[in-house]
């Protein structure tokens, strides 16, 4: 039935109490002392351990206390075995942690029953225990599953708006290459000025005379159009700088934005972070609206999972830019405007996502966060835009995410962080509470 650790120092006890328990269909051993019994229970756990108070070397209670502390056996319940007169150390031994006491002279009902009853108490945790390894199992398989989730959807993200990305890295890189041309032409007139000028100076100098010189010289600056050539390689210079350092920033940004999920949180330049994710779907606002950034310069670092966070902004910029396309129709009506803000308040930072659309109707402002709640047409959304973002906001960095909204004005979603890293829940915004006064 069960296996039962008998510690007592008395051979004659400890053989009767086996004896009465092998009976009863228990396993039995027997430890001398205290500290053989600790061993013993250390080296094979028993289901149940039957414990003399006064023994020598190490008592009962000292016994007691180690079970208790070690993290293998503590489920294991104690019985104590006393004398009649241990009435205080039967107190202190159950307020230790032990299960029951049995007081000599003991009967072998009284014994068997008691050990039965510990035994079944030992048997309801053993399952309590493998019950909970099993949940703390599938939690963790859940985890790793929405992990994977995540995941799947951000490189969906991405090969929904590689041809947006595309377009934007080629733009740049195309006037990077027609500048490089020009300065290779300009260059190749600045070589032929050098060989004239060259050849000029030489000649002059065989002459021995310099009349005419100076002018020839001149002669040959104004063909070769040194003053234009300056101002227009600087220009090239610049502007190649410029799509190189664009290039770089879209490719940071995917990069961010790709990177597998489950790492640490790390201090981000939100700024910096959110310039480069309007940067990367460019493509999905430029058409409708035009860009107005209003970014605090005191911004601290905050702690955050980039590429969610940067997955939360692109959500509610690809929301902004879809309202914004249904208030300025084909264009006739000419663009909208598309704000982002960020903002420092005490020990939080906001980020406002702002936008001239169509705003919110009333009638379903309570639903816009539910999964799979769109108002677009069959196939053209999953509605999963505001509830991810929410989900990567609140569950993952213990912010919030609000909008104010008008009908026919346009709508602002408005993400709060906490600055330092914290992943309990934030407190209410009553601005979510108040969401909408349309
Ligand atoms: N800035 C906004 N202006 C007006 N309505 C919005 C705005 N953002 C969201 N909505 C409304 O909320 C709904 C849900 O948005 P959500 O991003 O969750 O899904 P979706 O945009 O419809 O689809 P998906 O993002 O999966 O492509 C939208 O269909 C739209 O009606
Ligand atoms: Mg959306």
Redesign the pocket.
């Known amino acids: 039935m069960a296996t039962v650790l008998v510690v007592d120092d008395t051979p004659d006890v400890a053989s009767l109490m086996a004896r009465f328990l092998e009976r009863a269909g228990h396993d039995v051993a027997i430890a001398g002392d205290g500290l053989h019994g600790l061993r013993m229970a250390r080296a094979n756990p028993p289901d149940v351990i039957l414990l003399d108070i006064m023994m020598p070397r190490m008592d009962g209670l000292e016994v007691l206390r180690h079970l208790k502390e070690d993290p293998e056996l503590h489920l294991i319940p104690v019985i104590l075995v006393t004398a009649k007169s241990d009435q205080q150390d039967v107190v202190a031994g159950l307020n230790a942690g032990a299960h029951d006491y049995v007081a000599k002279p003991f009967t072998r009902e009284i014994l068997v029953a008691r050990v039965a009853s510990a035994a079944r108490v030992k048997q309801a945790n053993d399952r309590l225990v493998e019950a909970n390894r099993r949940l703390q199992e599938e939690i963790a398989e859940r985890e790793r599953v929405q992990r994977e989730l995540a995941e799947a959807r951000r490189l969906e993200s991405i090969g929904h708006l590689a041809a947006g990305i595309a377009h934007e890295l080629n733009t740049p890189a195309q006037y990077v290459g027609d500048n490089i041309r020009f300065l290779k032409d300009a260059l190749s007139d600045v070589e032929g000025l050098l060989n004239r000028l060259q050849f000029l100076v030489q000649a002059a100098k065989q002459d021995g005379r310099s009349e005419g010189f100076v002018a020839k010289v001149e002669q040959a600056m104004r063909d070769a159009d040194i003053a234009f050539l300056a101002a227009e390689v600087s220009k090239a210079i610049d502007q190649s700088l410029e799509g190189v350092e664009q290039v770089a920033n879209i490719v940071r940004t995917m990069k961010e934005f790709a990177q597998p999920g489950g790492r640490p949180k790390q201090a981000v330049d939100l700024n910096r972070m959110i310039l480069g994710t309007l940067t990367m779907v460019r493509n999905e606002w430029k058409y409708v609206a035009e860009l107005a950034t209003d970014f605090a310069d005191d911004l601290p670092p905050v702690a955050c999972l980039p590429a969610d966070l940067s997955q939360a902004v692109l959500?509610?910029v690809?929301?902004?830019a879809?309202?914004?396309a249904?208030a300025v129709g084909d264009g006739a009506r000419g663009k909208g405007t598309l704000t982002v803000r960020t903002r420092r308040d005490g020990d939080w930072v906001e980020v406002r996502?702002e936008?001239t659309?169509?705003?919110?109707?009333e009638s379903?402002r309570d639903?816009?966060?539910?999964?799979?709640?769109?108002?677009?047409e069959v196939g053209?959304?999953?509605?999963?835009?505001?509830?991810?973002?929410r989900s990567i906001v609140v569950e993952r960095h213990g912010g919030s995410l609000a909008?104010e909204?008008e009908v026919g004005r346009?709508?602002?979603?408005i993400i709060r962080l906490p600055i330092a890293d914290s992943t309990k829940s934030a407190p209410v915004d009553d601005r979510e509470l108040a969401a909408a006064h349309g």
Request: charged share 10%.
């Open positions: 959500n509610l690809v929301n902004a879809e309202a914004i249904k996502v936008d659309g169509v705003g919110i109707p379903i639903h816009i966060f539910d999964p799979f709640f769109t108002t677009k053209q959304g999953l509605g999963q835009g505001l509830s991810h973002a909008f909204t346009g709508t602002a979603f």
